[in-house]
C-alpha cells in the first residue's frame, strides 16, 4: 500500500503567539489586529488555490502528449498496450499526486532499463497517459520539477 504524503507548501501559518514583528507594527502604526490579520492572510487564498490543482486543470500541452506518443511507441509499447494506460493499474493513483506517479515511471521504467530517459520524455510520457485517459490539455507544459508535480491531484473525469 502507498502513502501520499500531503505537501505542506512549505507556508507556516502563524499559531495564536503575535509574531514580534506584527506587535512591532501594531505598535507603530496603531493598526487593530483585525485590519492587521487581514493583510497578513491576504495572499494565503491564491497559494491554496494552485496546491490543489488537479489533472482537470490542463495541467500539459498537446505538443508534450504528442512527444510522449512516439516515446511511448519506441520504448513502452513492447510490454504495454495503450488499453493498459487507462486500466486498473494506472487508475489506482488517482487522488495522489501527479509526482507520485512521475516518481514510478522515471525510477522504474522500462522496466528492462529504469531512469535510463530523460526527465523531460517522462513528463511527456506522463502528459500522454493523461491524454490517452481523456484529461484536458492546456496551455502550461508539465513541469519535471517535484514541488510543481507534487502540487497537481491525480484526477480522472468520471468515477467508475
Ligand atoms: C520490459 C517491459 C516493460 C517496458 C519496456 C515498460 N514497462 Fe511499465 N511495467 C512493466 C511491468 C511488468 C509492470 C507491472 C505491471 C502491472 O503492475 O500490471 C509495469 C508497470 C508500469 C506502471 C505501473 C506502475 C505501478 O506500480 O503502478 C506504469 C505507469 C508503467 N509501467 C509505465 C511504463 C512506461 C511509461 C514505459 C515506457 C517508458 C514502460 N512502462 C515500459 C513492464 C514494462
Known sequence: MRIHARPTGGRRIPGDRTPAVVRRLRKSLGFGAPLLAGLLFAAAPAAAQSEHA?????????????????????????????????????RAWEGGSLFAL?????????????GSLKRRDYADLLAYI???????????????????????????????
Request: glycine share 8%.
Open 54 to 90: 488537479t489533472t482537470l486543470d490542463g495541467v500539459y500541452t498537446a505538443e508534450q502528449a504528442e512527444a510522449g506518443r512516439a516515446t511511448y511507441q519506441k520504448v513502452c509499447s513492447g510490454c504495454h498496450t495503450l488499453d493498459w494506460y487507462t486500466g486498473d493499474v494506472v
Open 130 to 160: 493523461l491524454e490517452l485517459n481523456g484529461l484536458p490539455a492546456g496551455e502550461t507544459p508539465l513541469s519535471t520539477r517535484r514541488s510543481r508535480l507534487n502540487a497537481i491531484r491525480f484526477q480522472f473525469k468520471e468515477n467508475r
Open 102 to 114: 512521475y516518481e514510478v515511471i522515471s525510477t522504474t521504467m522500462p522496466q528492462d532499463n529504469p
